[in-house]
Every structure is written in structure tokens, then in C-alpha cells.
């Protein structure tokens, strides 16, 4: 018989969900995929029942509704200070993923070259590769994620058509900062290139970090495709409801490939998440707010035991260096080793760059730690108990 696509069918099943399988067999703490243990907020859940009872049921507008839009475009108004319209500017999308396809399969003609910057979320090189571009890999390094300047020059030719900014960084928990993302815009001015820019922790950020949407930044109005997801700013990951903000032919380019892909997205949910959208600031100030605390336990909860653990600046993440605890081999065998014997879940740290990485960066695995307290504070328990007695 003849082949399924060859490209795809290189790729396993995601980490996430061949992790969060071995977590639900050996009924271990997931700290890996990230999800909250939480069920969102009452009165948007009020809302999905209120539109699934009394509004249409049937396909809303290809756009996504017009509250939903109109809320998009507002909340980058409050927030950030960008000028929108809706009409033109706004797409509703089935979760970020989907706007990220729709963004990829939209911009990118076969043989452009696309920069993104590892360690990445899994879904960008699969993407890029299935939409024919290019990838164009550079690093950032732990312990400080610097952008390396020169070599991201370097990487830059008369044949980029985009870079994928993701800020904050799912998974190294990196809030990119004014210098670069200034250094970044000047680069895709010059190479008369765009940014896909995935924000969808831009809520989560710690320390007095501020998240800056590239899109802000002179020059970058016409060239930036900004992302976000009602999965990360109201903690119901499973909603799969997104939002594209962008130069009127970005979303137009977006557009064709999204009524293609999936059309459009459950009206009764974008009825709540506009609700959502229109919540007072301090609801977003809070969530941020919350989850540093949860940074904070679940940080010095792993530094008690002995993991090195690398400064999460936003996002649901943190990064640990598990070296110092003995030799437990390579990071996906450590992962299996805390699920079985210690009961806690994580995610080994090779799987976020193209080829895995074969030096000595193999001994760090991420946990989220966007959970209730007391499943932290049960998963560290876990691991001194496990760690205690090695
Ligand atoms: N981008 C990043 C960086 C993510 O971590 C995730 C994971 N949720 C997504 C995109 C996907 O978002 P959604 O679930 O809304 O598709
Ligand atoms: N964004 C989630 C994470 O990084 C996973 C989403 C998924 O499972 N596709 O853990």
C-alpha cells in the first residue's frame, strides 16, 4: 500500500501526551503537560452554558463573533496600547495552535526560510517543515537564555520570510526583554521579513518582568502576527479557543488557510471567552500574580532536594538541572524513573529542540507548577521521600 505522509509520520506521539500517559498509569503527580488542576472561572463557565442554551448553536462567522473580536482588539487596546480594527485585524481560531497553522500555512511559500529559536514548542518545526519552509535553528543557552546577537544575525538572509517569536518561552521560561526585542525588529525591517509571535503566557510573567509584544515596537505594526490563547489566560486549556491580532493582510493570508483548516471555532465558547476578555485588569494582574507564588514553592521545594534549578521568568514552567542529585542517566530515562518510582511527572528537556541534543545538556528536565498548592507541595514530598532515600 502506498505511503502516509512521509514528513509527519517521522514524529512519534507528542511528549506531552506520551508523559501524561505514563503519569496516569503509574498514578504519578503530573508536573509535566501543562495544565491546570483547576476549572477556570465561574462566571465565563456561566457564560458557555448561558450561549449554549440561548444563542445559535450553528456555524458563527468564519472570524470568529463579533463580541469575541471586538474584545480581542480591545484587550491589546488596555493592555498594550495597540490600535485595532477589529474587522480587519482579528481573527478567532481553534486554540493558538491552530492560529499558528493558520499564520505558517498562510505566509509561507515553499523554500522560505524560517527562524526559530530552540529549545521550542513541539508544534512549530512540524509545521514549518509540512508548510515547506525551511527551518533555520539557533540557540539559547542555559542558565541566562541570552539571544545570541551575532549568530541570529548570521541566520538571517535575503530568503527569511519569518521568524516564530514566542515570549514568554514555553519551555525555558525566558521573558524576552526591550534590547532584544529591538535587535529582533531591526532584523526583520532589514530582511524585510515577518514575525509569528506566540504570546500565549503573556499574562505570566514574574519579578516585575513586563511581557512586550513585538508587535508594539516601531516598524513592527505591518510585520507581526500576534497570538494568544483563552487557554492560558483563563486556565481551561482544554477550550481550544485563540485569537490572531495583526496588519490587515497578515490576518487576510491567516485567513485563507484558517477556513480551510477548521473554518472557525464553537461560538458558545467565544461568547465566553469575550466575557472573559472583559474582565478588570486585576483579574489578569492576579493570575500572575498567583502562579509566581507557585513558582516560588515549587522552586524551592526542588532546591531543598538538590535539583539546580534555572530562574522561570513567567509561564507555567521551570527548568531543573537534576545532575547534582547522582547519575540517573539521560533525561528521558530520568522522566521515566520519577514517574515510576517517585510518582511525579515531567518532561524531558531534549524533546523541545529538533534532534533531541546529544551534549551535555541532557540532564534537565521541565515541571509545570501551574497547579494547587497542596499538589505541589504532595509532588515534593514525593521526590524528598524518593530523592531522601537514594
Ligand atoms: N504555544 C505555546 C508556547 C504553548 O505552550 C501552547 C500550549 N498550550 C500553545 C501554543 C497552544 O495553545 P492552545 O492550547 O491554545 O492551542
Ligand atoms: N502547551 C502544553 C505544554 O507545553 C502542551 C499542549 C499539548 O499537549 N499539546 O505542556
Not at 508536573?31 to 457564560?47: A, K, R, T, V
Not at 487576510?252 to 467565544?270: C, D, G, I, R
Not at 514552567?317 to 542517566?329: C, K, N, Q
Request: charged content about 25%.
Amino acid at each position: 500500500m502506498k505511503q502516509t505522509n512521509q514528513l509527519l509520520g517521522e514524529y512519534g506521539t507528542t511528549i506531552f501526551t506520551t508523559m501524561s500517559a505514563l503519569a496516569v498509569e503509574f498514578n504519578a503527580i503530573n508536573l509535566g503537560q501543562g495544565f491546570p488542576d483547576s476549572n477556570g472561572p465561574d462566571d465565563i463557565l456561566d457564560e458557555a452554558v448561558r450561549a449554549i442554551k440561548y444563542e445559535s448553536n450553528q456555524y458563527p462567522s468564519m472570524m470568529g463573533i463579533k463580541e469575541l473580536r471586538e474584545a480581542t482588539a480591545k484587550h491589546s487596546k488596555n493592555f498594550y496600547d495597540i490600535d485595532l480594527d477589529w474587522e480587519n485585524q482579528t481573527m478567532i481560531t481553534a486554540g493558538a495552535t491552530e492560529a499558528i497553522a493558520s499564520s505558517l500555512f498562510g505566509l509561507i511559500n515553499p523554500g522560505d526560510e524560517v527562524i526559530m529559536i530552540e529549545p521550542l514548542y513541539d508544534c512549530y518545526l512540524p509545521m514549518v517543515r509540512r508548510a515547506g519552509g525551511i527551518p533555520k535553528l539557533v540557540r539559547i543557552e542555559p542558565p541566562n537564555w541570552q539571544l545570541p546577537y551575532e549568530e541570529l544575525e548570521a541566520t538571517f538572509s535575503p530568503k527569511t520570510k519569518l521568524i516564530i517569536l514566542n515570549s514568554p518561552t514555553n519551555p525555558a521560561a525566558k521573558v524576552y526583554k526591550l534590547p532584544e526585542l529591538e535587535f529582533i525588529a531591526s532584523l526583520i525591517e532589514k530582511y524585510d521579513a515577518y514575525a509569528i509571535c506566540d504570546e500565549v503566557y503573556e499574562h505570566l510573567t514574574y519579578d516585575g518582568a513586563r511581557h512586550i509584544p513585538l508587535i508594539t515596537l516601531p516598524g513592527m505594526y505591518e510585520r507581526c502576527v500576534r497570538i494568544s490563547s483563552a487557554g492560558k489566560t483563563f486556565s481551561m486549556t482544554g477550550w481550544k479557543i485563540g485569537y490572531s491580532i495583526g496588519a490587515p493582510k497578515l490576518i487576510e493570508a491567516a485567513s485563507k488557510a484558517h477556513q480551510f483548516l477548521t473554518f472557525t471555532a464553537p461560538p458558545n465558547l467565544q461568547y465566553a471567552v469575550a466575557r472573559g476578555l472583559k474582565k478588570e485588569k486585576d483579574y489578569f494582574f492576579n493570575l500572575g500574580k498567583d502562579m509566581e507564588l507557585k513558582r516560588d514553592l515549587l522552586t524551592e521545594g526542588l532546591e531543598s532536594i538538590g535539583f539546580n534549578v534555572l530562574r522561570s521568568e513567567g509561564t507555567y514552567f521551570l527548568v531543573a538541572d537534576y545532575s547534582p542529585l547522582g547519575d540517573f542517566g539521560l533525561d528521558t530515562e530520568f522522566c521515566k524513573t520519577l514517574i515510576m518510582d517517585a510518582g511525579v511527572g515531567a518532561v524531558p528537556f531534549s524533546a523541545f529542540y529538533q534532534q533531541g541534543r546529544n551534549d551535555d545538556l541532557n540532564n534537565f528536565v521541565r515541571f509545570c507548577y501551574c497547579k494547587k498548592n497542596n499538589t505541589l507541595e504532595l509532588a515534593i514530598n514525593r521526590l524528598e521521600k524518593y530523592f531522601g532515600a537514594t
